[in-house]
């Protein structure tokens, strides 16, 4: 079955304490990207990339770290997460670039910052 | 990216009644346009998408307008129904970035 997988789903963790949310695609996808959402606000873009070794900030990427070493990975991470990144995080992924087709995205990552 | 207006935040119909959201954006460069619906607990999920050399575009009961000299889209659903109940997400890009509106919550009573 075509998906992107997110895990974990659900992460409550400290102020401070690094960690990495992973994301898969298994559908060849040259394009993936991050979005938080938040209440009142929709989804926003923390980064994307192109393709492998090619990743690029989006409108929110402060606080946030992310690699592509492979076509199907791209984790996010974050190296000291603060209160204000508790949030709904969404991976994503498309054929090409994200202006001409669909994205596809992960059942999504709730996490808290305490 | 840029900014994207989208309307109303809440929607609130009977069954069988139309709903239409609209979205309004300023990057003159935009050329590709679509729709998300995203059901509680999910991710968002691509249901409809026009490009700018379209001004409509009909899916059997969704259909989305296009008027890029004012800088508007909207969404239109027809014969609504309780499933349709959701949060709707306009969007629009370039090439690279999607940027999202904010949401509007339909909400279908029987």
Known sequence: ?114 | GENVEQHPSTLSVQEGDSAVIKCTYSDSASNYFPWYKQELGKGPQLIIDIRSNVGEKKDQRIAVTLNKTAKHFSLHITETQPEDSAVYFCAHSGYSTLTFGKGTMLLVSP
């Open chain 1, 1 to 114: 079955e075509a998906q992107v997988t997110q895990n974990p789903r659900y992460l409550i963790t400290v102020t401070g304490k690094k960690l990495t949310v992973t994301c898969s695609q298994n559908m060849n996808h040259e394009y993936m990207s991050w979005y938080r959402q938040d209440p009142g606000l929709g989804l926003r873009q923390i980064y994307y990339s192109m393709n492998v070794e090619v990743t690029d900030k989006g409108d929110v990427p402060e606080g946030y770290k992310v690699s592509r070493k492979e076509k199907r990975n791209f984790p996010l991470i974050l190296e000291s997460p603060s209160p204000n990144q508790t949030s709904l995080y969404f991976c994503a992924s498309s054929s090409t670039g994200a202006g001409y087709n669909e994205q596809f995205f992960g059942p999504g990552t709730r996490l808290t910052v305490l």
